[in-house]
């Protein structure tokens, strides 16, 4: 792992910024230096976070295709540019899980939703601004935060584990078409984490079981940092 990175200068967008995964990643990516803009629903937990860490908190919801416009708008505003954009923000569907024959249209469509179109629609209103930061020779990434559950059958996970998939393979098929442009797109699987959403999901579940979100954080940042071009110029200090 990295010690001693310093991100100067680095642009980057994180959605469900106020909680679990997200928030470890808002909190070492700006300790680091970063530039960070973070989308989270709640004001009152935007603000807080905001205050905490000193990023740029945006209040929207990416499930929502009416806010989509104005959280890109925002992100850009706040950041300049970007260069990396992480997807993180997540819905379960039903809670607590159910079987699909028991799962509502609706909340299948809610998992979709926020984890599927919902990252979709706000890569491509940020495609542009990518491109723009790929041209000027700093990369550009976007990183798909999946799931386990997008490749293993895992039973009351339906809703959530196709949306995964379908985000991962939408990660995949988008990094070929972009290559022209300069533009990565990964999905990383952060594995098992100890968040609201997975006590939410399996509330019995033993934390000690679990992976830490910051551990989590730290090992999709080194990630990033593999997949920019720019990696030397980021980051200093010994390998541990």
């Avoid at 976070?49 to 000193?54: F, K, P, R, S």
């Avoid at 929502?64 to 997807?87: H, P």
């Avoid at 985000?167 to 990964?186: P, V």
């Amino acid at each position: 792992m990295q010690t001693n990175i310093n991100l100067q200068g680095l642009r980057v967008a994180v959605t469900g910024g106020t909680s679990g995964l997200g928030l470890a990643l808002v909190r070492q990516l700006a300790a680091m230096g970063a530039r960070v803009a973070f989308v989270a629903r709640t004001a009152e937990n935007v603000e807080r976070i905001a205050d905490e860490t000193g990023a740029h908190g945006i209040v929207g919801d990416v499930g929502k295709k009416e806010d989509i416009y104005a959280i890109a708008l925002q992100v850009t505003a706040s950041l300049g540019e970007i260069d990396v954009l992480i997807n993180n923000a997540s819905s379960l569907g039903p809670v607590p899980l159910a079987l699909l024959a028991d799962t509502d249209c609706e909340e299948l469509e809610a998992a979709l939703a926020v984890n599927l179109v919902g990252a979709f629609r706000l890569t491509k209103a940020l495609f542009g601004a990518l491109a723009a930061s790929a041209r000027a020779g700093r990369g550009a990434l976007v990183i798909n935060i999946s799931s386990d559950t997008a490749v293993n059958a895992y039973p009351g996970w339906g809703a959530y584990g196709a949306s995964k998939a379908a985000l991962t393979h939408l990660a995949a098929i988008w990094d070929e078409e972009a290559k022209a442009d300069g533009i990565r797109l990964l999905a990383l699987d952060p594995g098992d984490m100890d968040t609201p959403l997975h006590a939410l999901a399996l509330p019995d579940a033993d934390p000690s079981t679990l992976k830490s979100p910051e551990l989590a954080a730290a090992e999709i940042i080194e990630k990033m940092l593999d997949a920019l071009p720019a990696r030397d110029t980021l980051t200093t200090g010994a390998v541990a």
